[in-house]
């Protein structure tokens, strides 16, 4: 219906937060096929949603010759939200004409990095109550139908939906699929270098502007050479530690976002004082 519509007009069509638990596609349909029918093969793109990267939609088979976007959205009130996730395409004009042959591979264009959370960190990667945001397993689930101790309900963890939905043990990247980059918004890196709770306080964002000064957030996070960067040694040890992957996620679940944290790399013992991110 609204995908003929779609298709008829030129557009490209695929679904969006593919396995989140509420309206994703994946939570009502075991296949492209049985939610597009004979319009399945159309569907060009699947976008990943905040619970899921590459690895998790590799493990389908059916998704093997789709593009995967990861693709922010615009339904949360908070500006810091925005852009949290993004895709990288090699286009030759900034063009809708030239987005829609990135993402259908085609004509010199495609995508070439996709940049998101790390999928523990969605607020549906765990099987969990959307009430009290305890954990289940799928079984407990239900065992339980659905229901938890505190008389809320449980909600399927895109980890656990992947795993029932996935034909292969292990992710299988096809040759057009892009890198993912598993990102953490520098303000988050900054708050828990210098051991501060809010993105928003005062010093996190006078750093924050300090070092996105001519140059993206994401430069500096992935490029910028660490030891000319003029700003608090705690700062560039927390970028260091990013980058180098030494992070431990709380997964979340329920409707509750996960939460990342940076592990110590430099084993120099800090002051009291100095108490940061390094003492998780
Ligand atoms: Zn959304
Ligand atoms: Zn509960």
Redesign the pocket.
């Known amino acids: 219906e609204i995908a003929d519509l779609a298709l008829e007009a030129d557009c490209l069509v695929g679904p969006?937060?593919a396995f989140t638990p509420w309206t994703g596609m994946y939570a009502h349909h075991q296949s492209l096929a049985e939610c597009y029918k004979d319009r399945a093969d159309q569907i060009s793109y699947v976008e990943l949603?905040l619970s899921a990267d590459s690895d998790y939609a590799d493990r389908i088979s059916e998704l093997e010759e789709r593009t995967f976007l990861s693709n922010s959205?615009a339904?949360?009130p908070w500006p810091n939200k925005l852009g949290r996730e993004f895709n990288q395409m090699e286009m030759s004009d900034l063009s809708f004409e030239d987005l829609k042959n990135a993402i259908l591979r085609r004509g010199g264009c495609s995508p070439t990095l996709n940049v998101g959370f790390y999928p523990d960190e969605g607020k549906y990667n765990r099987t969990a109550c959307t009430r009290c945001y305890r954990f289940y397993s799928p079984e407990e689930m239900r065992d339980r139908r659905g229901r938890c101790e505190c008389g809320g309900l449980i909600k399927l963890g895109v980890r656990d939906r992947v795993e029932m939905l996935a034909d292969r043990p292990a992710p299988v990247h096809p040759d057009h699929r892009p890198p993912y980059l598993h990102l953490i918004p520098l303000a988050e890196v900054i708050a828990m270098a210098l051991g501060i709770k809010g993105v928003f306080s005062a010093k996190v964002q006078k750093t924050w502007n300090e070092l996105v000064m001519g140059r993206s957030e994401i430069e500096v996070l992935v490029e910028a050479d660490l030891s000319e960067l003029e700003v608090d040694e705690r700062v560039a040890d927390a970028i260091g530690a990013f980058r180098s992957k030494e992070v431990f996620v709380e997964p979340g679940g329920g409707g509750k976002y996960g939460r990342v944290r940076l592990l110590d790399h430099s084993n120099s013992t800090k002051d009291d004082d100095q108490r940061s991110l390094f003492d998780f």
């Open positions: 969006g937060h949603g959205d339904h949360s």
